[in-house]
């Protein structure tokens, strides 16, 4: 018998990244919010890799904390190693990484989200999501508990209709075994959603007790503290090491002699699985002529003796599993505590969705985060931001918030999820953005956080922090611009012989002096030529000024990217009415739906014949 | 509404007496202005709509390209509804594929197929009615275009494949040690130097090939050269047989480069005449010497001329150390004199594999074999290229030129700009070739990057 419990403005199902940073953002807006998880206790859960950043990454999660959203603050609390990697490829690609404490990571969610005001958290399966004319109603528990709602956010991760795989060993369950949600997929079939089906898998735990460190090298965090978040305090914590090790031929034998045994060759896995992430006998097969592949021995948390192997994702049988691991230098005695697996589970096919991450098909429905076919916790926690604030949004009756592709790598990422097809779960990449340059992490306040105003989401300290930041830059710009010398200053001279640079040939500003790469900000510090101003901003203004040629070639092709984008088309647009379309062209038009002429022309199999025809029907219309 | 600028071909290409270019925008007037010297005193931008206007297209060293009439339309009683120039060239498909690319050159962008006739219809001068006909239109002539394009490039698709494969394989190797440092550590600049080079190279030859399909259908270009007095400017009159250069007894004398269209033995020619290459000081001729270095570059053959009075001597060489061998071709002038100072035997060891004819322009004697020479090198394939028989239309080769400058901005900057920076123009390259096969390579990068890459922690 089901009873009526109660009525939110918004309800998100699944407490993971997508689902923590949704909640949040919405209640943080002002809306009643309900965030509903199979287990309290796995709250913000890192089932997978126990690391947050990386190349792509890290930029995510800036751009969240930009927004005003949690995860950037939250691993500043929770990690054991934070690192800059990438260092001297350029500014675009320069990442943070971070390992995390994640039992910490974890309880400090925990706390952040029974704090807040407006947030009510609820222990429960959610089994049917109700709708009337195809509008989100209510949801309705596994106990009878009915909440009326009008926005639904899922952000149920690999649970839907998870199935765990180790060799001939198999179950239906989530990860790290968790309860899978079998319904709940169910109930979005009926409403109509395609469903797909993807794999993914996680590496063994071992004891640290058991590990023979002696025979591994080690791999320490930075001295320098870093952080993710701009309001994060100075970062004061102790790092832990990580540590390196390697496969052996022996290892490879040992997966070879098993492979009849392996899940992924025999054909008992048939989710697609992510050519990023792939299996070690994935890799032992694929790349037979080498002889050693990396593997990083991780720690999972400061109070636990649990090592994550990182390289070693695998769904062999558990005793292969072992073998596999005393063929490991440093791992000749080791002890496993958690077998690795693979585990397959229902994606809904991400094109379903609009830029908002609301369905087109059911209104007031949102997915976000590995629900939608992508990997990794940073995308996860960017997809539940944005959907938590189109919720939100609604609620509000306001204009949905999107990013473009030139603003943010969530516009590349979601725009990428809606309008191309993948057949293997989607991770980001520096790689898949066209304005690279643009979208790095150390301007991503500057890109984001007015717009984190305008919404309401970035609260007063917040602000007070940026436009604190950004009248401090401003400043300091303008002395680089104002400052100049000539070839007749001694000073410069004597400075430019020194760093076996060229002398001066005309009046040249500390600005223009900037682009050469022999010359560093520090330096003008120390000459006594700027006074000082926080490294951040000595930072921020370095690049801009040694990179401007290539900022500017890059903020070019943006607006020639953005003419097309502002052409928008209309929600209405009948595609079979419009004359001389390839039927191709229809069917895709028709699937994903794209909102202007620029986001068309992304769609595989829409051609540029077909756009000049969209632009001739469009004008037609409008005369 | 439209930002750019556009020009083509109105007329079907090939032989015809006269082809027109039309060109339409916001701009135009302003850019054509630069290319072209009216007879009349009036400057275009002062001209009404409707007017024709006589005059030439000049080239950037201000030479002469063809004499052209141009007509002007003025926005919006034009085709495109706006401001519109068709110029009517005269030279044949030479000075008209000159002429084009001379548009090309002052900023205007070479016409999408069927991009009048859209902006016709999106300025509203063609009906509502007429909307599907133009849809029609450019449907055709895009798919037809696109496919006309790649049977084209039939011939050399295995090299356009090469090309892509290579950038594919570089931008890959780029790529993937940005977003799989730990996996794939940093890039390997001798090997993307390597590469970046072979890519380079292939395009080079591919671009020359293309030169090559151009000088049979728009003919060759070819440059006299030699020290000052040896009587190149006599040559060019007795080649297009009529005075056109200065002659004079004293050297340095010519200064500009001066070029004709003639014909050798059915193959069209464009033969300049250049000023005397010496160590000067004088000013305008230095500027003159540095034109003739220039063209003497892109010139199919070089006829490179001798005195046999005076002898072969430093100055002569210093010359002949800076040309391409590869397309030269010697020409011993004076060769009535009565005390001649150059020996067989001294031409043979000098200029060993490299045609020689002995000559005197003066006397008519010589000028069969050379026009002969000059016809067995094209017949022969002796001229640049490697005997591909190709066909690059003005689009694919515009396209490759500039993926080459990208290409060669990421060999200068190699080591110089962090990797993201690099990605620029090594990323460009590949997006500019896309365009040949109207593909998007950029998409293709990540799956290279598995294909190549052992990536997965």
Redesign the interface.
């Known amino acids: 018998m089901n009873y009526e419990a109660g009525k939110y403005d918004v309800v998100v199902i699944g407490a993971g990244h997508a689902g923590c940073e949704a909640a949040l953002a919405s209640a943080r807006m002002g809306c009643s919010t309900l965030l509903v998880t199979l287990s309290v206790e796995n709250i913000a859960l890192m089932p997978c890799n126990p690391s947050i950043g990386g190349p792509a990454k890290a930029q995510l999660v800036r751009e969240i904390d930009a927004l005003g959203g949690e995860m950037g603050i939250n691993i500043d609390k929770a990690n054991i190693q934070i690192r800059l990697i990438n260092t001297g490829k350029g500014p675009a690609v320069q990442s943070l990484r971070a390992q995390a404490d994640k039992h910490e990571y974890g309880r400090e969610m925990i706390k952040t989200i029974l704090g807040q005001k407006g947030l009510h958290l609820l222990m429960a399966e959610v089994e049917e999501i109700e709708t009337v004319d195809e509008k989100v109603n209510a949801i309705v528990t596994r106990t009878g508990a009915r909440y009326q709602c009008q926005n639904v956010v899922i952000t149920t991760g690999t649970y839907l209709k998870g199935r765990i795989i180790a060799g001939e060993v198999m179950y239906d369950g989530g990860p790290g075994n968790q309860f899978p949600a079998v319904k709940l997929a169910d109930s979005l079939r009926a409403m109509g959603i395609r469903l797909g089906r993807f794999k993914t898998g996680t590496p063994p735990r071992v004891d640290r007790k058991s590990v023979n460190f002696s025979k591994t090298i080690e791999m320490p965090g930075d001295i320098q503290p870093w952080r993710f978040s701009y309001i994060s305090p100075q970062p004061v914590r102790e790092q832990l090491s990580c540590w390196l090790t390697h496969s052996t031929p022996e290892t490879h034998r040992i997966v070879m002699d098993n492979i009849e045994r392996a899940p992924l060759f025999t054909g008992v896995i048939k989710g697609k699985g992510p050519r990023y992430c792939p299996s070690f006998e994935d890799k032992v097969v694929r790349f037979a002529h080498k002889s050693s592949h990396q593997l990083f021995i991780e720690p999972e948390g400061r109070d636990t003796d649990e090592m994550y192997i990182q390289g070693l994702n695998t769904s062999l049988p558990e005793d292969v599993q072992v073998q596999v691991l005393h063929s490991i230098p440093g791992m000749e005695e080791v002890r496993m505590i958690r077998t690795g697996y693979a585990i397959e589970y229902d994606y809904v096919i991400p094109s379903q969705a609009k830029l908002s991450l609301e369905s087109k098909m059911v209104e007031g429905l949102f997915t976000a985060g590995q629900i939608n076919g992508t990997s990794g916790y940073e995308e996860a926690a960017a997809q539940g931001l944005i959907a938590g604030i189109n919720a939100a949004l609604k609620v509000q009756a306001r204009e949905p918030f999107i990013l473009k592709r030139s603003e943010a790598y969530i516009g590349v990422m979601i725009d990428d999820l809606i309008t191309k097809e993948s057949d293997e779960p989607y991770r980001l990449l520096t790689s898949r953005a066209e304005y690279r340059l643009l979208l790095r992490q150390d301007n991503a306040d500057l890109r984001l956080t007015e717009k984190g105003r305008q919404i309401g989401l970035v609260d007063d300290f917040r602000w007070a922090i940026f436009t604190e930041k950004k009248k401090s830059l401003a400043e300091g710009t303008h002395l680089l611009h104002k400052t100049t010398f000539t070839p007749a200053d001694k000073d410069v001279d004597k400075y430019l012989t020194s760093k076996e640079g060229a002398p001066l040939r005309d009046k040249t500003s500390l600005w223009e002096m900037l682009r050469r790469t022999e010359v560093k900000i520090e330096d003008y510090l120390n000459q006594g030529w700027l006074p000082p101003f926080q490294p951040e901003i000595l930072e921020q203004m370095e690049i801009q000024a040694k990179y401007e040629g290539y900022i500017n070639k890059q903020q070019e092709q943006v607006q020639r990217f953005e003419r097309m984008e502002s052409k928008r088309i209309p929600e209405d647009i009948d595609y079979n009415q419009v004359y001389s379309l390839s039927n191709e062209s229809v069917q895709r038009l028709n699937e994903i739906r794209p909102q202007s002429l620029g986001h068309a022309s992304r769609i595989a199999g829409v051609s540029p014949a077909d756009i000049n025809i969209l632009l001739i029907y469009l004008a037609k219309r409008r005369n | 509404m439209f930002?750019e600028d556009i020009a083509a071909l109105s007329t079907p290409p090939g032989e015809g007496g006269i082809g027109i270019i039309r060109v339409s925008g916001k701009g135009i007037i302003d850019k054509i202005s630069k290319i072209f010297i009216p007879f009349s005193a009036q400057e275009i931008g002062q001209r009404r709509g409707f007017s024709l206007n006589l005059g030439w297209i000049i080239d950037d060293d201000g030479s002469k390209v063809d004499e052209v009439l141009l007509g002007i339309m003025r926005a919006p009683h034009s085709y495109t509804g706006e401001d519109v120039i068709e110029i009517n060239c005269h030279g044949g498909s030479m000075p008209i594929r000159r002429c084009l690319q001379r548009c090309l050159d002052v900023g205007i962008k070479l016409a999408?197929p069927?991009e009048f006739t859209?902006r016709a219809?999106?300025n509203g001068r063609l009906d509502?009615t007429q909307?599907?006909a133009?849809?029609?239109i450019?449907?055709a002539k895009?798919?037809r275009g696109l496919k006309l394009a790649v049977q084209q490039l039939e011939g050399p698709s295995h090299f356009i494949a090469e090309i892509e494969d290579q950038l594919l394989r570089v931008n890959a190797m780029l790529?993937a040690?940005?977003?799989?440092?730990?996996?794939v550590g940093?890039l390997d600049y001798a090997e993307t130097k390597a590469i970046l080079l072979t890519i380079k190279k292939l395009m080079d030859k591919l671009i020359r090939a293309g030169q090559r399909s151009e000088i049979y259908r728009d003919g060759l270009k070819a440059v006299i050269c030699g020290k000052p007095n040896v009587g190149k400017s006599s040559l060019l009159n007795a080649l297009v047989k009529k005075e056109k250069a200065i002659v004079t007894e004293i050297p340095g004398t010519t200064r500009d480069v001066v070029e004709d269209y003639i014909n050798i033995r059915g193959i069209p020619v464009r033969i300049m005449d250049t000023a005397g290459i010496r160590q000067t000081e004088d000013i305008v001729e230095k500027i003159g010497v540095e034109k003739t270095r220039e063209v003497i570059e892109q010139a199919d053959l070089i006829l490179f001329v001798l005195d046999a009075g005076t002898g072969i001597d430093k100055e002569d060489m210093d010359i002949f150390q800076e040309v391409d061998q590869s397309r030269l071709i010697v020409m011993v002038n004076k060769e009535d004199l009565e005390r001649k100072e150059i020996s067989e035997e001294k031409l043979a060891e000098l200029f060993r594999d490299i045609p020689v004819i002995r000559a005197s322009v003066q006397k008519s004697i010589g000028i069969e074999a050379l026009e002969e020479a000059v016809e067995s090198r094209v017949i022969q394939g002796m001229l640049p290229g490697d005997g591909m028989e190709i066909m690059i239309n003005l689009r694919q080769k515009n396209a490759l030129i500039r993926s080459r400058e990208q290409v060669e901005s990421a060999l200068i900057t190699l080591g110089?700009?962090?990797?993201?920076?690099l990605?620029?123009d090594i990323g460009g390259a590949l997006e500019t070739m896309g365009e040949i096969s109207?593909r998007t390579l950029?998409d293709e990068?990540?799956d290279r990057?598995?294909h190549d890459f052992?990536?997965?922690?």
């Open positions: 930002r999408e069927g859209k219809y999106l509502l909307a599907e133009v849809i029609d450019i449907r895009t798919d790529e040690s940005l977003d799989f440092p730990e996996e940093d110089q700009v962090p990797l993201d920076c990605g620029v109207g950029k990068v990540i990057i598995f052992c990536i997965g922690k």
